[in-house]
């Protein structure tokens, strides 16, 4: 079974400063990894997906992640925090078994991170 | 493109009653999903779809059915709403599958309140 940990359920930044938000995931089987964000009573955006080509992946708005392999981890960064990035941000996996009738389709969420920017 | 609408926005149910929540999206996808978010908890999977006229179980598919008669469709249904019921749905829809790396398509999610 796969799992995604997010480390701090939340995170306080100054604006302007270096946004870090952790994920850790467990597959058995070479994943997919993504990070949604979600504003105030809105639905779920995709900022950044890693489908095993670059391991740096860039997203939207200036948002950043790595896959790292040998730590099992796909951290979401951003250089300088902007009041607008105040949000959830949820990492999720999937994988290919999962798509090949072995089990529940779909993604797992980690439970998400709300991040918050200081003025 | 309207994407993934969901309706309604809002409901209050009492313990014991009954409601469909329907999904649709206009981009043609043949997979369908229902999620519900809870505080602390993340997403989770209840059912799923992977084109008109199936349906799958999620993670926690317990107390709901639903049905996807129409490729653009996916209804949820509670048949006895339950306090524990309480929640945000979302629907979600994507291409289909590639190994599961495509982009999921939320809507904006139902809150239901169940009393």
């Known amino acids: 079974a796969q799992s995604v940990t997010q480390l701090g359920s939340h995170v306080s930044v100054s604006e302007g400063a270096l946004v870090l938000l952790r994920c850790n995931y467990s597959?058995?089987?070479?994943?997919?990894l993504f990070w949604y964000v979600q504003y105030p009573n809105q639905g779920l955006q995709l900022l950044l997906k890693?489908?095993?080509?670059?391991?740096l992946v860039k997203g939207i708005n200036g948002f950043e992640a790595e896959f790292k392999k040998s730590e099992t981890s796909f951290h979401l960064t951003k250089p300088s925090a902007h009041m607008s990035d105040a949000a959830e941000y949820f990492c999720?996996?999937?994988?290919?078994?999962?798509?090949?009738?072995?089990?529940?389709?779909?993604?797992?969420f980690g439970k998400g991170t709300h991040l918050i920017i200081q003025p | 493109n309207a994407g993934v609408t969901q309706t309604p926005k809002f409901r209050v149910l009492k313990t014991g009653q009954s409601m469909t929540l329907l999904c649709a999206q206009d981009?043609?996808?043949?997979?369908m999903y229902w999620y519900r978010q809870d505080p602390g908890m993340g997403l989770r999977l209840i059912h799923y779809?992977?084109?008109?006229?199936?349906?799958a179980k999620g993670e926690v598919p317990d107390g709901y059915n639903v049905s996807r008669l129409k490729k653009q469709n996916f209804l949820l249904g509670l048949e006895s709403a339950a306090p524990s019921q309480t929640s945000v749905y979302f629907c979600?829809?994507?291409?289909?599958?590639?190994?599961?790396?495509?982009?999921?398509?939320f809507g904006p999610g139902t809150r239901l309140l169940v009393l």
């Open positions: 999720a996996v999937s994988d290919q078994r999962s798509h090949s009738g072995g089990g529940a389709d779909g993604l797992t």
């Open positions: 979600a829809s994507s291409y289909g599958t590639s190994g599961g790396q495509e982009t999921q398509y």
């Open positions: 890693y489908t095993s080509a670059a391991t």
């Open positions: 779809s992977v084109g008109e006229g199936t349906t």
């Open positions: 597959s058995s089987v070479p994943p997919y």
């Open positions: 981009m043609n996808h043949e997979y």
